[in-house]
């Protein structure tokens, strides 16, 4: 199982927004180096929700419920766009800003923190268990 | 012979604008891309229209969107402002 983060402007799209659909499909990704992430996901893995622009912190835990599928928000004939289908798990009790993920020798090493403006990035183990216990959410380590 | 319809009055940007975000925007679930999708859809008409410069800014509002367009001249000055809102999504 592996972990990405997937950012969003939650005036946008939100946890919140997440939560009270069950579901969605995370699509709207423009960058090449993203949707390389999207098409590695595989159903199972686990995806951080960031907000950006308002809020800047990791608000929520989700789950890949469907794998990689043509975006249908890019332009008709334009198949290079994908999204995947993802599921809340548990919002986190307390929101992981990006200026504590920054001033953490364990986090501030993390892909999204390097490359701000990458959209969907790959996530370690360890930075996973980090990030959920930083932010009071108890659930089974992933790292082992 | 039938006579001809008369044809059919010219929309009005605002009409023709807020004919394509809905076109994109109802029906749909509220994810990721779609207010990049509806923004995408405002620009075609402005461009068809002969906009070249434009900000679009789309927001979620209440159960629906909020459109924001403002028309851009060629001198960098603000010469038009337009708000839509899509509900029902």
Known sequence: MAVWLGKTEPFKFSWDDLVRQGSTFWDGVRSAQARNNLQAMAVGDEFLL???NE?????????????????????????RWVGVDIAPVAALPRP???????ADPALMGMAFVRQGRL?????TDAER????ALGGLSLPPASR | M?????PAPPRSLEEELQDAVEAVA?????????????????RGVLLRRGFGKSQVNV???????????????????????????????
């Open chain 1, 50 to 52: 960031y907000h950006s």
């Open chain 1, 55 to 79: 809020g800047l912190a990791v608000v929520g835990l989700a789950r890949v419920i469907g794998a990689a599928r043509r975006d249908p928000s890019a332009e008709e004939g334009d198949d």
């Open chain 1, 96 to 102: 992981l800003t990006l200026k504590e993920i920054k």
């Open chain 1, 119 to 123: 959209s969907v990035s790959p996530v």
């Open chain 1, 129 to 132: 268990d980090r990030i959920l």
């Open chain 2, 2 to 6: 039938r006579p001809k319809p008369p």
């Open chain 2, 26 to 42: 109802i029906g749909q679930n509220l994810r990721p891309g779609l207010p990049g999708a509806v923004a995408t859809a405002a």
């Open chain 2, 59 to 89: 927001r979620q509002e209440g159960a629906g969107l909020a459109v924001s367009i403002q028309l851009i001249d060629g001198r960098a000055t603000l010469v038009r402002s337009i708000h839509l809102s899509v509900e029902g999504l």
